[in-house]
C-alpha cells in the first residue's frame, strides 16, 4: 500500500479549514528509455497487431480474420485435391493466387489502411505521434511498412499453405521452393504497391469510408478497366497497346511480373522484349516507392503545422 502522509496548510484565512498534500507513494520512471528507433519499431509492431485486429476488440477481428479464412480457403481445398488424387504438380501456379482472389485482397488492403492512417488524423492524436523525439518521416515509415506486413503476411499465407502441400506430396523440393521464391518477390512488390494505394487515400481522407471507397475503387474498379481495355487489345491484335496500359495499375503490374519472372502465363498482354520487363520492373518498384515518399511528404506537411 502507498504510504500516505497529511500535512495541513497554514497561513488560510481564520476559520477556514486549510488544504493537505497527499504523499501516495508514487515514484518518476527512472528505467531504460528507448530512442527513436525503439520508438518507430513499438509502433511498427503495434501497427502489424492492428492491421489483423490483434490488441483490439473482438469485433475489430472479424473481418480481417474472415477475409484471411476465405483467402486461405481455396488452397486449403487445392492442397486436398492434390494430396488425393496425387498429382504430380499443383494445378494453380504460386504466383497467380492473388490474381484470383483479387477482390479479397483489395478489400483486405482498403479496409485495414484506414486504421493505422485515418483515425490518427480524424481524432487528432497525431499531433501527439508527431511530437519530439519521433519524426513525421519515422511515423510515415512505421505505418507503411506494417500496412505492406499485414497485406504481405494475406498474400503469403495460401501460398505458403500450397507450398508446404507441394512438399508433403513429395513434388520436386528444388523446383517448388524455386517457384515459391519468386511468388515471394512479386508478393513483396504487389504489397508495397497496395500500400501506397491504401496508405495515401487514408492520410488524405479524413473519414475511414472515403478512404474504403476511394481505395476499393482504384485497385477493383481500376483494375477491371485496365483488364477490359487489354482484352479488346489482344482481340484487334495491338498487344502493345495492352502492355502499355497494364502499366497503369497495381494488379496488371503484378501480373505481368509472373511473367516476366516465372514460367507462368498470368497477364492477359505480358510484357514482351527485355526493355518491356525492365519497365514493369521499374514502374512497380517507382509506385510502391513514389506512394511512400508522397506519405512522407504528407507528414512532414503536418508536422510543421
Known amino acids: 500500500m502507498p504510504s500516505s502522509h497529511t500535512e495541513p496548510r497554514t497561513g488560510g484565512p481564520a476559520g477556514r479549514a486549510g488544504g493537505v498534500i497527499h504523499d501516495i507513494g508514487y515514484r518518476p520512471y527512472a528505467g531504460p528509455r528507448g530512442g527513436h528507433g525503439a520508438i518507430a519499431r513499438s509502433l511498427y509492431l503495434t501497427g502489424v497487431r492492428n492491421v489483423f485486429g490483434l490488441g483490439r476488440s473482438g469485433k475489430s477481428k472479424i473481418l480481417p480474420f474472415a477475409l484471411l479464412a476465405l483467402n486461405v480457403l481455396p488452397a486449403v481445398i487445392i492442397v486436398g485435391v492434390v494430396t488425393f488424387i496425387g498429382l504430380s504438380s499443383l494445378p494453380l501456379a504460386y504466383p497467380e493466387y492473388a490474381a484470383t ?30 511530437a519530439r523525439p519521433l519524426s513525421a ?7 507503411w511498412g506494417a500496412l505492406a506486413t499485414g497485406i504481405f503476411a494475406f498474400v503469403m ?7 508446404l502441400g507441394a512438399l508433403l506430396a513429395q513434388m ?16 513483396l512488390l504487389l504489397a508495397g504497391m497496395l500500400a501506397s494505394v491504401s496508405g495515401l487515400f487514408s492520410a488524405i481522407a479524413l473519414r475511414r469510408g472515403f478512404a474504403v471507397v476511394g481505395t476499393i475503387g482504384t485497385i477493383l474498379f481500376g483494375y477491371g478497366v485496365v483488364a ?8 484487334q491484335d495491338q498487344e502493345r497497346v495492352g502492355e502499355i496500359a497494364g502499366l497503369f495499375h497495381p494488379m496488371t503490374l503484378y501480373a505481368g511480373l ?15 522484349g527485355a526493355a518491356m520487363e525492365v519497365l514493369y520492373v521499374v514502374v ?22
Open 101 to 130: 482472389t483479387t477482390i479479397l485482397l483489395g478489400t483486405f488492403a482498403a479496409a485495414q489502411g484506414p486504421i493505422l492512417f485515418s483515425r490518427d488524423l480524424r481524432h487528432g492524436t497525431i499531433s501527439l505521434y508527431l
Open 137 to 143: 518521416t519515422a511515423y510515415a515509415l512505421a505505418r
Open 157 to 163: 499465407a495460401p501460398i505458403l499453405v500450397m507450398y
Open 172 to 187: 520436386d523440393a528444388g523446383e517448388q521452393t524455386t517457384d515459391f521464391l519468386a511468388a515471394t518477390l512479386v508478393s
Open 228 to 235: 477490359v481495355i487489354q482484352g479488346i487489345s489482344l482481340e
Open 258 to 272: 509472373v511473367n516476366v519472372l516465372t514460367d507462368a502465363d498470368n497477364a492477359i498482354t505480358p510484357p514482351t
Open 284 to 305: 512497380s518498384v517507382l509506385l510502391a516507392l513514389g506512394g511512400l515518399g508522397l506519405l512522407l511528404l504528407r507528414y512532414r506537411r503536418l508536422a510543421t503545422r
